[in-house]
């Protein structure tokens, strides 16, 4: 089953503005982490944040993570057409070895030129 | 750097068929994760080896699904009589489990649909 929720579903902005999405998740965690996928594709990994962090930058994205409300968001600046793709958060659990990715739903982004 | 490939690209069967898909991970990567990924939904995980050893299987993975990976480098997914509800996208992917690595790379994908 899927870990949480990502908000918003779908998310369509101009090119060079911001784009935010937000994931909620249900567990206590070791870390966050958000992959991109362009359609039909495989999953790409774009940043990973732990637990014991806060903020984390890297290039155009930046990652927050807030585990008293069990929350993440990304925030992709200056977006770009090929920015297009659907974004998913994924945990790891804090406990145990296994380290398997529990997914969210996604956000489907469309930046427009 | 070859990353993780996955074969075939497409499946296309009829119901009841038996299939297997490979996957090829980083050559040095000890781990290997199979997930599956329906229509506008996130994957889910479905089993990951470390090395040769099957170490969990998701409640998702009934018996008509069986993975191996039997030197500890590719792995095959099988799926027996499969079923229209098999239909989804296949995905692999490997990591390091060395130096607190969590990231995982994944494959393209296999995308099978049973008709």
């Known amino acids: 089953s899927q870990q949480g929720e990502e908000d918003p579903q779908a998310l369509s902005i101009q090119e060079g503005e911001n784009a935010t999405m937000n994931c909620s998740y249900k567990?206590?965690?070791?870390?966050l982490q958000w992959y991109r996928q362009n359609s039909g594709r495989g999953l790409v990994h774009l940043i990973l944040?732990?637990?014991?962090?806060r903020e984390k930058h890297s290039g155009r994205l930046r990652v927050t993570l807030d585990t008293s409300k069990k929350s993440s968001s990304l925030l992709i600046t200056a977006s770009r057409a090929a920015d297009t793709a659907s974004y998913f958060c994924?945990?790891?659990?804090?406990?145990?070895?296994?380290?398997?990715?529990?997914f969210g739903s996604g956000t489907q982004l469309t930046v427009l030129p | 750097d070859t990353g993780v490939s996955q074969n075939p690209r497409h499946k296309i069967t009829k119901r009841g068929q038996n299939v297997t898909f490979r996957c090829d991970p980083i050559?040095?990567?000890?781990?290997l994760y199979w997930y599956r990924q329906t229509l506008g939904q996130g994957p889910e995980f479905l089993t990951y080896?470390?090395?040769?050893?099957?170490?969990?299987k998701s409640r998702l993975l009934s018996d008509r699904f069986s993975a191996e990976r039997p030197k500890g480098s590719f792995s095959t997914l099988e799926i027996q009589r499969t079923e229209q509800g098999d239909s989804a996208m296949y995905l692999c992917?490997?990591?390091?489990?060395?130096?607190?690595?969590?990231?995982?790379?994944f494959g393209p994908g296999t995308r099978l649909t049973v008709t």
């Open positions: 050559s040095e990567h000890n781990r």
């Open positions: 080896f470390q090395n040769e050893a099957q170490l969990e």
């Open positions: 992917a490997s990591s390091l489990t060395s130096g607190g690595a969590y990231e995982q790379y």
């Open positions: 944040i732990r637990s014991n962090e």
């Open positions: 567990t206590s965690i070791n870390n």
């Open positions: 994924a945990t790891v659990p804090s406990s145990g070895s296994a380290r398997q990715l529990t």
